[in-house]
């Protein structure tokens, strides 16, 4: 059918620009916007912030929008005076964001959230009182008349959001929260009517579909995201996962969205070493048995993936949240030819889902504007300048572009050959593919902006000075740390950048110094037989226990790692095991799959030196010889600042920014926010 709608015109996204009718609507297209909380949600009598992230993405052609979650009543929040409608004087607030959205042209539908046993505040419940393992507060067990209160809840949220102004509401029914409880024996474990059987734990998400739509009327799009795969134990089959679609279909949703993993799952759902599109077929497996249109979700970032997935039928539309929150263009540079200028959500989840774990508002690593709209802005310039920015690293690309964009002069020098910096790096890291888009986005920017690209070029100081520039930028980087360990200038030793370049040979035993970011890339190199797991969904899923055929209660299968080719010691001086100071949401991946290849992980050890013999260490007072190949240095970095202050002996204007500016934190995150908001003001 979609084949059948699709026009033969040039654009290479026949599927994905297929308009789709909802009987009492049409969306433009097949991309939804799927919900994620940025934070702006919480500031309910201040809804200008998110009103205009959201115009911007409508701006920018999504078919449809959800928002981050707001909860149907108190006990429901995620954290305390969170996100929130369930009264009248919200509406107003709500309308601010409404009205923005249908100015630009866009729809957009209210996620109805109800956090239950994720809760953090000791107001929480469930259907029974038992603790998640990632929640500190035991939650309430709901009475009958506390279901029978919360189902009401929904509906009458349903309608506050109508009166509000949305199109329509998605209900969260995955990912752990309230409603994906009351299925789970692991956390429903009532004898009344709302838990036991099958029939008993579907009540509650049924009841709320079927007075939902009660509540808001025929024309009004009522999604309900299903969990398709729970990937914890003691949760549901794929039987009771179908039947409840069929229900959820039949109390009068529109369309079903896809739910993967719930929060607690020690299966990655969706970071970035996640393979594009992992998770679609559980999505085909579901079209085999409803007939509204679905929905399907995680690591589907670029049009090229979107439009594989809805050809080979897997579902009617595509959900992405992070892809939009880097380029709020994305769907109309898709359709209009222009899909390699797409900036690319590369999955690091570093400022958008880290953030808001830690109370902070997301933005995103490659667009420093997202979130931050109505003040991150580009002014054209007045007196347009000549630039020089030195490093083609994420920093210098960042700001070279930027002030390239309004309207000044730039050449960008780069000593290396490519642009793209400590990226060039990671993109080799299996897990990290994702990290070439990049390179593709900015070359195409900096074209387009018409900045002068100066390859294999040594900016000198003497050299800048001579051709006048007005303002020079300094984003020359880093360089590795010298840890100084007696015998270090043994051949056995090497620098990380060999160890991932491949351009030294690394033996059977390996001993890696320095266990921060860059250690464990280094060890996730070594352990791994290419291709990487990351490039081929069958594979990937048989390491991480995944059960493709859905024969098993949760989706859950034993995992399966490849054994590394390697024995790896990853080490660190400070006390305890490696990996504390990764990052919250993606950390634990790291430790995890090192953990599955058998890496040794050591904390408070002291190096004493190196010799033929190999690494000698002590450990809490003990000393023993580390019988290894080689030894991998990746003991952090410094600030390479030698240009910077060869300028600024000259006299000359200049700005250092990146890790030449800051080395101990650094990381592509803080550097092209630096970058940009000092070009957004120069
Ligand atoms: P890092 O994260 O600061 O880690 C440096 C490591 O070297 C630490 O384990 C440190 O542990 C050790 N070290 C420091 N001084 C040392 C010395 N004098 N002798 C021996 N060991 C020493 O630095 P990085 O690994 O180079 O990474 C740089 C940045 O890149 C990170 O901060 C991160 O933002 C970014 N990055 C992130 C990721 C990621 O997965 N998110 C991946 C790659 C890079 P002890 O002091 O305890 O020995
Ligand atoms: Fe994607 Fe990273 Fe940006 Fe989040 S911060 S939207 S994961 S690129």
Redesign the pocket.
């Known amino acids: 059918m979609l084949a059948a709608m699709a026009t033969p015109d040039a654009n290479p996204f026949p599927h994905l620009f297929a308009p789709l009718d909802l009987g009492f609507c049409s969306l433009p297209n097949r991309v939804l916007m799927g919900s994620m909380h940025t934070g702006l949600e919480d500031h309910a009598r201040d809804f200008g912030k998110l009103a205009e992230y959201f115009a911007a993405r409508a701006r920018g052609g999504v078919g449809l929008m959800v928002t981050g979650g707001f909860s149907p009543n108190i006990s429901g929040w995620l954290k305390p005076f969170s996100s929130r409608l369930s009264s009248r004087w919200q509406v107003v607030s709500h309308r601010r964001i409404t009205e923005a959205v249908h100015a630009a042209g866009g729809k957009i539908c209210l996620q109805i959230l109800h956090a239950g046993r994720y809760a953090f505040h000791p107001l929480s419940v469930a259907p029974s009182a038992i603790k998640s393992p990632i929640t500190p507060f035991t939650p309430r067990a709901l009475s009958d008349h506390g279901i029978e209160r919360t189902i009401r809840a929904f509906a009458r949220c349903a309608r506050l959001a109508q009166d509000a102004g949305y199109d329509g509401v998605e209900i969260m029914g995955s990912e752990g929260y309230l409603i994906n409880e009351f299925l789970a024996e692991r956390s429903n474990q009532r004898s009344d009517r709302w838990g036991g059987s099958l029939e008993n734990r579907m009540r509650f998400p049924v009841e709320i579909v079927r007075r939902t739509r009660e509540a808001v009327g025929r024309n009004f799009i009522v999604i309900y995201r299903l969990s398709m795969l729970d990937l914890v134990d003691r949760a549901q089959a794929w039987d009771e996962i179908v039947a409840l679609a069929k229900q959820v279909e039949s109390a009068g949703a529109t369309l079903i969205n896809t739910g993967i993993g719930w929060h607690e799952a020690r299966v990655p759902t969706i970071v970035t070493s996640v393979p594009r599109a992992a998770f679609t077929w559980v999505t085909r497996r579901m079209k085999e048995s409803v007939r509204i249109p679905l929905i399907t979700t995680n690591r589907i970032n670029l049009p090229n993936v979107a439009e594989a997935v809805l050809a080979r039928g897997d579902a009617d539309m595509v959900s992405m949240a992070r892809p939009l929150l880097a380029d709020p263009d994305w769907v109309e540079k898709a359709r209009s030819g222009r899909a390699t200028q797409i900036n690319p959500c590369i999955a690091c989840n570093?400022a958008c889902l880290d953030h808001v774990f830690e109370n902070r508002r997301a933005s995103c690593l490659m667009n420093p504007r997202a979130c931050y709209e109505t003040e991150l802005i580009d002014a054209p310039v007045v007196t347009k300048k000549h630039f020089a920015v030195v490093g083609a690293g994420p920093a210098g690309l960042a700001c070279a572009t930027t002030l390239a964009q309004r309207g000044h002069a730039v050449t960008l020098y780069e000593q290396s050959s490519e642009i793209g910096g400590q990226f060039n790096l990671?993109k080799r890291v299996p897990g990290k593919e994702e990290f070439a888009e990049p390179m593709r986005y900015w070359g195409n920017l900096l074209a387009e902006t018409g900045v002068e690209v100066r390859l294999g070029t040594h900016a000198d100081a003497a050299a800048l000075k001579a051709r006048g520039f007005d303002v020079v930028v300094v984003a020359t980087g880093v360089t590795p740390?010298d840890?100084?360990i007696p015998g270090q200038d043994h051949p056995m030793v090497m620098g990380y950048r060999d160890a991932v370049m491949g351009t030294k040979p690394v033996g059977r035993r390996v001993a890696i110094?320095?266990?921060?970011?860059?250690?464990?890339?280094v060890a996730e190199c070594l352990t791994q037989q290419p291709p990487s797991a990351t490039t081929d969904i069958a594979r990937w899923t048989r390491e991480w226990g995944v059960d493709t055929t859905l024969l098993q209660r949760g989706g859950l299968v034993k995992a399966d790692a490849e054994p590394s080719p390697r024995e790896v010691w990853l080490l660190?001086?400070?006390p305890g095991k490696?990996g504390k100071?990764?990052?919250k949401t993606?950390g634990w991946v790291?430790r995890a799959a090192l953990k599955a290849k058998g890496v040794h992980m050591l904390g408070g050890v002291t190096?004493e030196k190196i010799d033929d013999a190999g690494l000698h260490v002590s450990i809490d007072g003990k000393q023993q010889i580390l019988a290894v190949d080689n030894v991998i240095i990746?003991?952090?970095?410094e600030s390479n600042r030698t240009l910077a202050d060869e300028l600024t002996a000259l006299g000359m204007a200049v700005h250092v920014i990146g890790g030449a500016d800051v080395a101990?934190?650094?990381?592509a995150k803080r550097a092209i926010r630096q970058a940009t908001e000092l070009a957004a003001v120069l």
């Open positions: 570093q990671a740390r840890p100084h110094i320095g266990a921060g970011g860059i250690g464990f890339d660190q001086r400070t490696p100071r990764l990052n993606t790291h190096y990746c003991a952090g970095q101990a934190e650094l990381d």
